[in-house]
């Protein structure tokens, strides 16, 4: 049962991550993930101080303030001073993750935190964090639940705004030259991916969904030409990371978070070097 | 009737005035040129026209309206390098955004979208490539695919920008052929253009710019040595084919 549900957390957030990754590749914004998963640390750091708990409520809201931040930043810098997107991204999340590491050390004294217990969560201790009713009924793992939740609701945004996010990310000028509101598109997004990002390390931790959002979505892109084949390709390779993470995991007694990732890595060299292969063919013939 | 009105147009970039006191009126069904050298503001023009670019002073009246409220009258058709091409996507997704609107962008693609764009890409000669993804495209297709998707916005005035660059002969006779063709019914066109050679066979209208207007008007007018010399300045063998041009006084205009 144990492996059940980790499989199936990691297989949640890891199409979570799949779908958003795949439009964050395509608008070149692959690192945004990583970008808000560093920068959140002040936001959580200053929600402690603030509630004086370890709660898990105070602390996400805090991480999600900062990340909403963090794009808003970042859009702030390229739209405003022409700063090329990679900088801004760059120069946004370092200086933000420096304020947090700062005052985790001024307040060392007084704060039981550190950068693991906030920035790791741990994919492993899912099954533990049972869902227990007033009546003492066990709905099984509470991340199960949030996952759920939160990839039914990337579900009805991409399925809604399918059109809106697809003309604004093959096209900004032509969307806003047809009067289509692209600020709200791409704050939509920015939203959604904060959202994933925070939701997600609190339940797997950060370095797993950073490669969540860019490996799979990678993947996918190596070998389709349709944004929905994309979109359930890179689905698809997020599952097999998970599933195959755990199994590795367990072979060789490792992270499974680590493990994940590493075969989503590993799934997109196979795909690579197909490709290259199969390119190699086709020219040959 | 008046397409499109500048007023004491001025854009700037990080406060440098790249487009200054623009004041023009253009008629509408004819082809109009925007002619001027590289970074002479052409593209800068456009986006200002459409509402691109935030302007520092001076207004833009299309059909003797604002912008916002002449919209669906209105496509433009950026320039081709402006988009990823190895985007996911195929010739039919990209003509089927020129059905995109504000007040249906949460509604699904309707038969009737798709049947348009098909009306559209069978215009331009793609119709057999609907189903090709775009990156495998040359780029005198991918051309007519961004025609092919102002085309099915259905509107009277289309603002192009570059549509002859890179384009292979075929193509470029194709899209001057289609040019005539929405001339015909009434439509007006906008092209900007950076080659002095062809902008005389190509329009009826030109509208000389070097980030100020030099010049706006039929191209009779227009093609004089002085104004040619003073929108294309020093750049000597710009000017040679200024020489060429003139001694070929007689502008083969194209008669339909
Ligand atoms: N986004 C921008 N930021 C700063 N300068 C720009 C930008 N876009 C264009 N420019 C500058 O404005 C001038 C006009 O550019 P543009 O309108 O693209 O000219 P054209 O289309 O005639 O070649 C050029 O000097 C160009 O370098
Ligand atoms: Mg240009």
Redesign the pocket.
Same mark, same amino acid.
């Given at each position: 049962m144990e492996a059940f549900w980790i499989i199936l957390v990691g297989s949640l957030i890891a199409v979570s991550c799949a779908l958003l990754g795949s439009y964050l590749i395509l608008r070149k914004m692959a690192m945004v993930g990583d970008a808000i998963s560093h920068a959140v640390l002040p936001g959580i750091v200053i929600a402690y101080l603030l509630s004086g708990s370890r709660e898990t409520l105070p602390m996400l809201v805090g991480a999600a303030a900062l990340g909403v931040l963090t794009t808003v930043l970042i859009e702030l810098f390229h739209k405003k001073s022409?700063l090329q997107m990679d900088a801004s991204i760059g120069i946004t999340f370092t200086w933000l993750f420096a304020i947090g590491i700062i005052l985790i050390s001024l307040f060392a004294g007084q704060v039981d935190l550190d950068q693991d217990c906030v920035l790791y969560g741990e994919i492993a201790y899912v099954p533990l964090d049972l869902w227990i009713t007033e009546s003492g009924y066990n709905m099984g793992p509470r991340t199960v639940w949030i996952a759920s939740g939160l990839l039914l609701l990337l579900l009805l945004f991409i399925w809604r705004g399918y059109k809106g996010l697809f003309i604004t990310t093959f096209n900004e000028e032509f969307a806003k030259a047809l009067g289509i509101g692209v600020a709200f598109w791409h704050y939509a997004l920015m939203g959604a991916v904060s959202l994933t990002t925070v939701i997600s390390f609190e339940s797997v931790g950060a370095i797993l969904v950073v490669a969540l959002l860019i490996v799979p979505p990678a993947t996918a892109y190596l070998i389709t030409t349709d944004l929905k084949k994309m979109l359930l390709l890179s689905s698809i390779f997020g599952i097999l990371s998970a599933i195959g993470g755990y199994y590795l995991a367990s072979l060789i007694n490792g992270s499974i978070a680590g493990a994940i990732a590493s075969v989503a890595g590993f799934l997109f060299l196979c795909v690579w070097v197909l490709e290259l292969l199969r390119k190699k063919r086709v020219i040959s013939i | 009737m008046i397409s499109i009105e500048t007023h004491n147009l001025t854009v700037s970039? !990080?406060r440098?005035p %790249? $487009?200054w006191n623009i004041d023009f009126e253009l008629p509408t069904g004819k082809i109009i040129g925007i002619i &001027?050298? !590289?970074?002479? &503001? @052409? #593209? #800068? $023009? $456009? @986006?200002a026209i459409m509402g691109l %670019?935030p302007t520092s002073s001076g207004y833009v009246k299309i059909f003797n309206q604002d912008l916002e409220d002449v919209r669906s009258r209105v496509s433009y058709v950026p320039?081709r390098e402006s988009v990823d091409w190895d985007f996911p996507a195929s010739v039919m997704d990209i003509v089927l955004m020129g059905r995109y609107k504000k007040n249906n962008l949460f509604k699904r693609i309707t038969k009737a979208d798709r049947d348009i764009a098909a009306e559209a890409l069978e215009k331009v000669n793609m119709l057999e490539f609907s189903n090709r993804q775009i990156s495998q495209l040359s780029g005198g297709q991918q051309q007519r695919v961004f025609i092919a998707r102002s085309l099915a916005q259905g509107a009277d005035l289309y603002i192009m920008?570059?549509p002859f660059v890179g384009v292979d002969a075929a193509t470029e006779e194709a899209i001057l052929n289609l040019l005539h063709d929405m001339k015909n019914q009434g439509k007006t066109v906008v092209v %900007?253009h950076?080659d002095l050679q062809t902008a005389k066979d190509f329009f009826d209208w030109i509208v000389l $710019?070097n #980030?100020r207007m030099v010049a706006a008007g039929p191209k009779e007018e227009i093609f004089n040595k002085k104004l040619l010399q003073e929108a294309y300045g020093g750049k000597l063998n710009v000017l040679s084919q200024v020489g060429d041009l003139m001694k070929e006084k007689a502008f083969n205009v194209r008669e339909k």
């Open positions: 022409n | 970039y !990080n440098r %790249v $487009l &001027g050298p !590289n970074g002479s &503001g @052409k #593209t #800068t $023009l $456009l @986006k %670019v320039q920008d570059e %900007v950076h $710019l #980030t």
